[in-house]
Each structure stands twice: as C-alpha cells, then as structure tokens.
C-alpha cells in the first residue's frame, strides 16, 4: 500500500480506491559489481530455544525469528520497513473494510502443494479458535475482523470469522471497522499460513523435522533442542531464484558474553543483542561489527493487579517513581536507550504524547513522593514491603532486576526477591498468573500505537497485568473508529495519560537494537523499525 499514512488518508478523503498491484524485487538485492562469497550459510544467535515453530502458538521475538525465514504471510517488509507482496501479489480495497488479496500463481509449500486462499481462511479460523488457545489470538481481535471477537469469545463459530476464499488465489476479507494500516498487520507472525492437511495430520507433531511443510524461503531441516535449528533452501519457493544463502542455523545462545565471545572467534554472524557492559569498549575495537539501529520496542516491569498488594495503585506508583530510569538507561544499559516514561516508543507513527507529571521531577523529588504513595497504603519501615520479581534467563536481564531492586531497596526499604526462569517457564508463568512483578518487553508488531497500547485493553489475551479500565478501553475503541489522524493521535495521549494515572505497568526504557553483525553480511536491514530481518534478503560478499 501507500508507505506515507497522510498520502493514505488525503486518498481516501477524495474517494480514490486504495490499492497494490505492482512492486519491484526486493529480495537479495545485489548490487551489480559485488563478488559474492563461496559459502554462502548464515548462523544466527537467538537468544534462547524456542516454545515452538506454531505461528499460532507463539509470542516471543525469538520465535518470530525463525517462523520468518520457514513461513511466509501475505505481505513482507523490506529493509526499510516498507511493505512488499509475499505470497499475496497485490491486493486493493476502496474502504479500510473489505480487502481483496490474489496469492501468486507460482506459490508453493515446500511438499509442492499449492499456496491457496484456503490456506489462509484456515490458518485465520484457527488463530481466532479457543480451541488453539493461542497467546495471539487478540490480534486477530485487533484487526476488527468481522465475528473475531465472538468467536474467541466462544459465542460463534470460527467458521463465521470475515474471511473467505473467493476462488484458490483470491481471498476477500471482511472487517467491523475500517482499518487503514490493517495490511501491514499481515506482516505478522500469528497471520502466517499453515498447511491445513499438514497439521490434521499429526496435531501438535506437525512441527517436527519430517513434519513441517512451510512456504517460505527455507525448510526445516535439523532441531536439537537447546543446541541448534537448521534451515535448508525451499526449491519451491516463489522467488528461490533471488535467495542467496543456502542454510540458516540458530543457536539458543541466553549468555550475551558467551555469544559476544563466539562471534569474535568467528562462530557466529550475527548475534541476538549484547552483553550491555561491554558495549562501549566493542564499540571502539570492532566499529566495523557493531550495528546500532532503531527499534520499537519497550522495555517495562508489570504488575500482578490480581495480588495483593498490587491491586492498590498507590504501591504501583511508589515503585515505579523509585526507580532512576535516565540511570538504567544511559549506564545500566547504555546502548542508546532512552528512560521511558509512558509504554509506546516516542518513534512509533501516530503517537502523540503528554509525559505525565512524575517525569517531570527531580529523581530526589520522585523518591519522596514514592515514600508518601507507600505509607499511604501502609508499608513502612514497621512494615515492610516484600515480594518475588521474575525474570527469563538473561544476564542483561539480571543486571537491570539487580539495580531496580538496589534502588527500591535503598530508597523505600523495599525487598524484591529476584527469580529467574528460562524462557517457557517464564512465559507460561506470565500466562498462568504466577507472579508479583515481571519484567516484560513488547516490540511492535506493525508501525502504529495500537500494536503496543491494545495489550491493556481488558480483553487482549496478552494483558498479563488483568488491568481493566472502562475509559482506557474506550480511548482504544474510539482511536479504531477515529476518522482524522489527529482525532486518533488524541485518543491515544488519553490512553497514555490513563496507564500513567493506573500503572499497571511500568515503563523502563525504550530500546534501540544492538547486536554484532559480520561485515561481509549484505543485505542487512539497518532502517527496518521493527527488526524484521529475513535471511533470503541477505548475502555474504566475498573477502
């Protein structure tokens, strides 16, 4: 579609039809005059094993990661961030509600099936289903696809969800509400097709080696739990022809050092992140290694509002004021980050905010009036504030719960038992209800505010705080239904302005992306916002 939103919204004020039929390549772009190298195979760290392979089952980035290379949606994303065709060669629609994709003729999964409408209309049921019980399944929701909301609310059947195959290669989509950005909301990970022969066939075994069929550039060729995940090329992929790397593997790397560690001895072409205190000296040794870039993504603590004594806003306030967010940011961290005051990043298109008061003090100022919000709901040195602070496997992780949990302790007499978990102890914790704060991160999943402020909606399957707020609820509803930008833009400020006065959450930071990166890797996206990096993209250039 339109990569400028005020070029969108001045179309659809004068009635034109809003529509993509053509684009040009964009994978593996190399630029004429480069050699590339011999070996052309990618190894990646990932930060930690997977929960699985299941686009419907899963929330996490390092999931994502490989479900991006094995599956392909609709629409992609290039370098930039700019929306491509994926399986869908254009689409169109004339009113934000009812949108029509044609998928290419020439696309196939990896057994040599075809790449159908159906594929979609069954992979879209499926997510929506409370039977899959997916992580995701608000998404969906927040595409406002006609019935989405009743069918995971098991009041309708999914076969009642707004999609349908109008033939094999066209597939029409019905909407409650216009969605302008509703397109780039493919790009996502819980939208990705899966062959519906293919896991009636073996239920949750389908993600096996043997089992998986995908319809992206590469195949699933090897897993060893804990130790790596091998890609091979897909030959039945649409564009195999512009795909330069051959095999992709990951590695569940949690120990950043460790990873630093191995791709200086040349083990690993791009890391997952970086060990934070280490940063400046990588930095000034390996200039030509370290890639810095934009990302939307948050990084924050939640409370459990369904424990006591979460439940009381004035213990949320007080530990959130107690913390020194420019400290965390600018040393605990120190790549870039910038202290976050409200949950959306400040980047994120159609966002206008209002910092809330607190941001405006002095840290001496707010520590005082974290001390009065913490008498006031009655804990003192007499009776002191104790509870447990999780946290997934990390040693960036660690230090930041270290220092939040020095200064809480120093500043309110507070004691937080740090508890560490690996990744799908943590997130099935998250999930379960059982904890008292956790540290949390949330990445955009498309470049607009709703990606990250409908989580707190009461409803979002994702709202692990249980926050629930009738006049939060209502700016996220009114901000769908807005006819301008700025009607939008305002709904959103009142949504910020209502975290702000609940804290359900607390904000720490916003990030930026920070990793170690082989010089000889082209192709390697250093303006996509929201990190969405596909391994057919790339290339390695000869020595």
């Known amino acids: 579609m339109y990569k400028n939103k005020i070029t969108q919204a001045l179309m659809m004020s004068l009635g034109f039809a809003v529509a993509a039929t053509s684009f040009s390549s964009f994978a593996a772009q190399v630029p004429a005059d480069t050699k590339l190298a011999d070996k052309q195979e990618l190894v990646r760290g990932n930060g930690t094993e997977p929960e699985s392979l299941d686009p419907q089952k899963v929330s996490g980035v390092p999931e994502s990661n490989v479900i991006r290379d094995l599956l ?39 057994n040599g099936d075809p790449v159908t409408a159906e594929d979609f209309v069954y992979t879209w049921r499926r997510l929506a289903d409370p039977k899959t019980a997916s992580p995701y399944a608000s998404y969906i929701q927040m595409t406002t696809m006609a019935n989405a909301e009743d069918i995971i609310a098991g009041k309708k059947a999914p076969e009642t969800l707004g999609v349908e195959a109008v033939d094999s290669k066209t597939l029409k989509v019905t909407l409650d509400k216009p969605v302008s950005y509703f397109a ?3 790009v996502h990970t819980s939208m990705k097709p899966v062959n519906q022969k293919v896991v009636e066939k073996f239920g949750d075994e389908w993600t096996k080696v043997g089992n998986y069929v995908s319809n992206g550039a590469y195949k699933l060729d090897t897993w060893v739990v804990n130790e790596r995940i091998v890609l091979a090329r897909n030959e039945n992929y649409w564009d195999n022809k512009n795909t330069v790397i051959n095999q992709v593997t990951f590695l569940p790397i949690e120990n950043q050092v460790a ?11 791009m890391t997952y992140e970086m060990p934070n205190e280490h940063f400046k000296r990588l930095q000034k040794e390996y200039p030509q290694d370290v890639k810095v870039t934009p990302y939307l993504c948050s990084y924050y603590y939640e409370f459990n509002m369904t424990r006591k004594p979460f439940d009381d806003a004035n213990v949320r306030k007080a530990l959130s004021y107690a913390i020194d967010c420019d400290v965390l940011a600018k040393f605990i961290v120190g790549k870039g980050e910038t202290p976050a005051y409200n949950f959306t990043p400040l980047a994120t298109n159609g966002l206008d905010v209002e910092m809330p008061e607190y941001s405006k003090l002095d840290q001496k100022q707010r520590l005082a009036k974290a001390k009065e919000l913490l008498k006031a709901a009655g804990y003192d040195q007499n009776n002191p504030l104790k509870f447990n602070l999780l946290y997934n496997t ?4 660690k230090k930041i719960a270290v220092a939040i949990s020095s200064m809480w302790k120093k500043g309110l007499g507070v004691t937080a038992v740090l508890e560490n978990q690996e990744w799908k102890s ?9 904890f008292d704060i956790s540290r949390a991160g949330w990445c955009g999943d498309y470049n607009e505010a709703s990606t990250f402020l409908a989580i707190m909606r009461s409803d979002h399957s994702q709202n692990y705080p249980k926050y629930s707020s009738a006049a939060y609820d209502k700016a996220i509803d009114d901000a769908v239904l807005a006819k301008t930008d700025a009607e939008r833009a305002a709904d959103y400020k009142d949504a910020e302005a209502k975290l702000a006065e609940d804290m359900p959450i607390m904000p720490i930071y916003h990030y930026v992306n920070a990793r170690l990166v082989n010089p000889q890797l082209g192709g390697y996206p250093m303006e996509n916002p929201e990190d969405n990096i596909y391994s057919k993209d790339m290339y390695f250039i000869a020595k």
């Open 72 to 110: 392909e949606g609709l629409v992609n994303q290039d370098s930039k961030g700019n929306l491509v065709p994926g399986a869908a060669k254009s689409w169109e629609t004339e009113d934000y509600k009812t949108w029509t994709f044609h998928i290419r003729d020439d696309a196939k999964w990896s």
């Open 184 to 186: 780039s909301m493919l």
């Open 259 to 269: 990873a630093m560690n191995r791709f200086l001895a040349g083990e690993l072409d």
């Open 394 to 397: 990390s040693e960036n992780h």
């Open 426 to 434: 943590y997130l099935d914790a998250k999930r379960q209800g059982n």
